[in-house]
């Protein structure tokens, strides 16, 4: 079962599971740490046998590419709890819920932050790799996002130049 929850009215029980998850999988990693990240806006988890087995987040955005504003799902947390890992759980709860960012979200674009070793999982989705500058606010001013952006086009396939997520990253 797929549950989609604005953040602010997810229970504190599982916002505390899904911070655990987190804190395991991204607290030790020193930029993670070092960046100020934005708040998310949708938790979106699959559950088997009423178990957390799969989840990520959305922050909604509207962001520059090209100087153009377009609406986004920023994707984040993408996390499945090691005991449910190779099951495919990812893949089909970022798959079936293409439907949530496009048709109801009404987003033009998903927008992934990543690391290298994940491209091949990402691309096989449906998300395309870019090479341009994107740049993200930090309370220090604005910064250069030093590793891969990802898009997941809804209808067109644009080819950024630019990129400004107008806040903080996700
Ligand atoms: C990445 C992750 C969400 C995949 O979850 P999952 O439910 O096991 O995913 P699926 O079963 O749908 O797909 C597994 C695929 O992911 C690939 N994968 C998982 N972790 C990977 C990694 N660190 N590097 C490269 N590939 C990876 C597997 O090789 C597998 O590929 P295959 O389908 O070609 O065999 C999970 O491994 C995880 O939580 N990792 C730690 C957190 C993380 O890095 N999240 C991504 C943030 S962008």
Redesign the pocket.
Known sequence: MIKITKYSELDSNTKTILKN?IDT??GHIPIVNKTKWASPDYTLIFYHNNKI??F?NIVQRAITINDETYKVAG????????E???????????KETETYIFNDLKCDYGV????D??????K??GWYAIDCPVYFKQPNGKQLWKANTMLLANKNKVKPKLIDLKGLPW
């Open positions: 998850y999988e991204f087995a799969t990520y994707i984040n947390n993408v996390i499945t709890p090691k449910y890992r190779g099951k495919g759980y990812a893949s089909k709860l970022l992934l932050l990543c690391a070793t994940l491209i091949p999982f990402y096989k989705l």
